[in-house]
């Protein structure tokens, strides 16, 4: 990450972003058990097109916040950087896009179904199934790691502080609409 930044290294920002949209989408669909509705065909091309499209706006946008948070906690970092520190921290979700392509080609649609109505089948279905869970939990986590050092790096911060400025946009947030729903709620 000290190297990332001390170059500005951009070459690889924009793919990293589009290939973490495309990963978060393919999670959105999972979670929302999309399988159960949609076709697996419909579900790629969403999770593709939507995530390539739309999903690295996210990324700018939490930047954004980072960016804020991070000045109320006398950080040093401009925009850029932070998105920069973003979009290399994402460079696990590389090998999380290839480990989603696996379990396409082995379970199909099943991995987008609710565990009600998910059929893997055969002992080695479930050990392929959680293999690739734990892995990808394993990247998550790593990825994570990943963005606290960058932050640290980039802010001047130490982890802890870096971990509670990638924290605060989300706490943020929610406290921003805890108070629109408090207010909506007195009429």
């Not at 290939?19 to 999972?30: E, N, P, Q, S």
């Not at 593709?48 to 804020?68: E, K, N, P, R, T």
Request: charged share 10%; with cysteine.
């Amino acid at each position: 990450m000290t190297f990332v930044e001390r170059y500005q290294f951009d070459k690889y920002v924009t793919p990293l972003l589009v290939v973490g949209g495309i990963m978060r989408a393919f999670d959105r669909m999972a979670m929302k058990n999309a399988g159960d509705t949609m076709s697996l065909l419909t579900i790629v091309g969403i999770a593709v097109i939507g995530g390539a499209l739309l999903g690295w706006l996210s990324y700018y946008l939490y930047a954004a916040f980072v960016g804020i948070t991070g000045k109320w906690l006398n950080g040093r970092a401009n925009f850029d950087s932070i998105v920069r520190m973003l979009a290399y921290s994402m460079a696990p979700m590389t090998i999380g896009l290839a480990l989603m392509l696996l379990q396409i080609l082995w379970f199909g649609s099943e991995i987008f179904k609710s565990e009600e109505t998910m059929n893997l089948g055969s002992m080695t279905d479930l050990i392929v199934y959680y293999v690739c869970m734990i892995l990808e939990l394993l990247l998550v986590v790593h990825t994570i790691r990943l963005a606290v050092i960058g932050t640290s790096v980039i802010q001047q911060f130490s982890n802890g502080k870096a971990f509670l400025n990638l924290m605060l946009p989300g706490l943020l947030l929610v406290g921003i609409i805890l108070v629109i729903w408090g207010v909506v709620s007195l009429f």
